[in-house]
């Protein structure tokens, strides 16, 4: 199969559209040539260009197109408008159920044909985040200055332009044509060169300073820091998000290690690791024992002729104004505590509906302080930490690094002289951030963490700010989640609805019944369904155990969820299942004829024996289930219910439950209805799948 290689080269591209511009493109094409058939298509991205290689058929075949026109009948006018239309008389159209119809035949066309006839549009309509026209009098758009396209099948140079017809500009603009030439690296090897294949194109560049896959400049980074650190017997500090945007900076990473000055080594090391990163894309370092390291790695793009001397300086130099400013906030934000920050809260908006972050501090206080015992927290020490909780919003290190909410809080709390307790709780609060992240165990972390995300969903969702589609501008999904794992991961016993109803009562007045707040509970069911799912776990077994369920306890609704798992991955459990949803179809065909049929089964007209022992198991068996639920004893109660299997297998098998006799139909059903009310309390089968 012919080979196409498609490469779009231009000034640098930001690292951030890198990938996505990527699996944009293999998608574009994947459209454009599906007549062609592409196969083993591969992306490739970097600082300065975006290609696609594949393979393809040869030829898109001939076929006949059938295009259906006016009905037969239709007025003379309107046949002549078809046929006018297509440049054809009447005489080529046939009749075909009850239409004119015009059957024309489409050749087969040349792969380097159809591919020259649909790369200008597609490359027009490429859905770059942002985009920018240059060159006079230029309509192409492109995310940067677009300096060549190579395309080339089979070794050959795919034609085509981006003119548009009749368009007069520059040959910068929509004038560029395809061709066979790619570029190295800017500095250490430029000019443009010629190639004929993928693999010539990747040999090429790799001689040429340029690594063609960001997975391989990823490898080249993370072996070349990791070795360089172990070499002074220290460890990188993973960063996988920094990895990958240097990744798309550097078209031939070349690693280097620099030093931190002694003087800078008493800043706390997340303001130097977020310094470095934030400012200036350096990688952190740490000791054996886990603290930061006096050295920082960096990656160039170049390869020094003094080994790096000149460039490791420079760095350094850079590295210590950086070091400089945030040793000016932290040593003038500590003149400060936190406590007397307060009062500046009030000068923050938190929402235009909801007040100031000082109105914040003030509820999430109370709240912290109602969760606090049922958390086995200190009810004083969670009052406290909510109260210092956002001040670090205020302090100068915070306004530099967004990023450090929370940890500066906890510094600033220790050189206070706080309670230990409230210093991590400030730490903390924010925890867990993402699905990687660690989940606070410390009882009065987890009340301010708690408190902060009730709080913020329930002020969020009365103010009209839920999330819909995929807009989440406040990270209330991202909060959700937070509540569930800190319930899930601490083992916590929470009714849901009683909190949100604590968080909403502390809101304005105009806001306090607003009717979204009652979609909250419906938020969180489905966020945990995500977060099972994420898992691989039976989100349908949460879903049969929540339908008409008013239980807002995760831990209790997990454990439910879990014995019913288990019980359906067992024989007995599978056909009690499956018995339960023929039982359940039985009722609600009859229930449409004359149901319900809702009332308590008469033993004596119990007739066959099969009818008389599946009685006497839901006599035996739903005291025991009940039981068992009300002492949260989930595994016990799916057992008993499973026991039914065998008289409800063998009550299908003999007894007809329409019974000509009304009085036995009436009574069978109702045994039925009995099942049915006895197996809802364990769960919803309707919503099992499979």
């Known amino acids: 199969m012919p080979e196409l290689l498609i490469e779009l080269f231009s000034e640098e591209i930001p690292a951030r559209m890198q990938q996505q511009a990527g699996e944009h493109l293999l998608r574009l094409l994947s459209d454009a040539l599906a007549p062609l058939n592409p196969q083993d298509a591969v992306a490739y991205t970097g600082p300065r260009r975006i290609a696609a290689s594949c393979t393809l058929d040869a030829h898109v075949p001939g076929r006949t ?79 940067r200055p677009l300096r060549r396209i190579l395309c080339i099948l089979d070794g050959e140079t795919v034609p085509f332009s981006l003119a548009l017809s ?206 606090a015992p049922m958390v086995g927290a200190s009810k004083a020490e969670a009052e406290r930490a909510a109260d210092l909780s956002k001040t670090d919003l205020t302090t100068g290190m915070v306004g530099e690094f967004p990023e450090l909410q929370g940890v500066m809080g906890g510094y600033y709390a220790q050189h206070d002289g706080e309670a230990p307790a409230v210093c991590q709780a400030i730490t903390e609060q924010y925890m867990p951030r993402g699905l990687g992240d ?3 165990t410390a009882p009065v972390s987890v009340a301010l963490g708690l408190a902060d995300r009730f709080d913020m969903l329930a002020a969020f969702f009365a103010a009209g700010e839920k999330p819909s589609g995929s807009g989440d501008p406040f990270g209330l999904r991202r909060a959700a989640l937070g509540i569930i794992r800190l319930i899930r991961e601490n083992s916590l016993r929470l009714d849901l609805v009683k909190l949100f109803l604590l968080a909403a009562e502390a809101l304005p007045d105009s806001l306090r019944d607003a009717p979204d707040l009652a979609l909250l509970p419906q938020f969180m069911a489905e966020r945990l369904r995500v977060q099972l799912r994420s898992e691989g776990a039976r989100y349908d077994c949460l879903a049969a155990i929540s339908t008409g369920n008013t239980d807002t306890d995760i831990t209790r609704l997990l454990a439910r969820a879990q014995a019913l798992e288990t019980m359906l991955e067992t024989e007995d459990g599978r056909n009690l299942l499956a018995a339960t949803r023929r039982a359940a179809n039985i009722l609600r065909i009859e229930d449409r004829k004359d149901g319900p049929h809702d009332g308590a089964p008469d033993a004596a007209l119990f007739v066959q024996p099969e009818e008389q022992a599946l009685a006497a198991a839901l006599d035996r068996v739903e005291p025991t289930v009940e039981k068992a639920f009300a002492e949260e004893r989930f595994t016990d109660a799916m057992r008993d219910a499973a026991s039914l299997r065998e008289p409800l297998d063998a009550f299908f098998g003999p007894v007809t439950v329409n019974d000509p006799d009304p009085a036995l139909r009436l009574n069978r059903l109702r045994l039925l209805a009995r099942l049915g009310r006895m197996m809802r309390l364990i769960a919803d089968f309707s919503q099992i799948e499979g």
């Open 438 to 440: 660690t989940v606070p």
């Open 65 to 143: 197109v059938s295009e259906r026109g006016p009905r037969e009948g239709a007025p003379e006018k309107a046949l002549e408008g078809f046929t006018r239309k297509h440049g054809v008389t009447q005489d080529a159209l046939i009749l075909q159920n009850g239409f004119w119809v015009l059957e024309r035949e489409e050749p087969a066309i040349s792969a380097r044909e159809h591919i020259a006839g649909t790369m200008p549009d597609l490359l027009r309509r490429f859905p770059w985040p942002k985009s920018m026209r240059w060159g006079q009098g230029s309509a192409f758009t492109w995310v």
């Open 166 to 371: 009749g368009a007069q500009g520059d040959d910068n603009g929509h004038h560029l044509q395809s061709g066979n030439q790619t570029e190295g690296h800017r500095f250490l090897s430029p000019g443009a060169v010629a190639v004929s294949s993928v693999a010539e194109w990747q040999d090429t560049l790799q001689g040429r300073h340029v690594q063609v896959h960001a997975a391989d400049r990823r490898e080249t980074i993370v072996s070349g820091l990791t070795a360089l650190a172990s070499s002074e017997g220290l460890a990188l500090v993973p960063d996988t998000g920094l990895v990958e945007e240097v990744a798309g900076l550097v078209e031939w990473p070349v690693p280097f290690l620099g030093r931190i000055d002694e003087k800078y080594m008493d800043l706390p090391a997340e303001v130097m690791q977020v310094s470095m990163r934030v400012n200036q894309r350096y990688f952190a370092l740490r000791n054996g024992d886990g603290s930061a390291a006096p050295r920082f790695a960096f990656v160039a793009n170049i390869v020094p002729t003094d080994d790096g001397t000149l460039i490791v300086t420079g760095n350094e130099r850079v590295l210590r104004a950086r070091f400089a400013d945030a040793r000016h906030f932290w040593d003038l934000d500590r003149k400060q505590t936190l406590a007397s920050r307060l009062g500046a809260l009030d000068a923050i908006t938190f929402h235009a509906r909801l007040g100031s972050q000082g109105d914040r501090t003030r509820r999430m206080v109370r709240l912290a302080g109602l969760i």
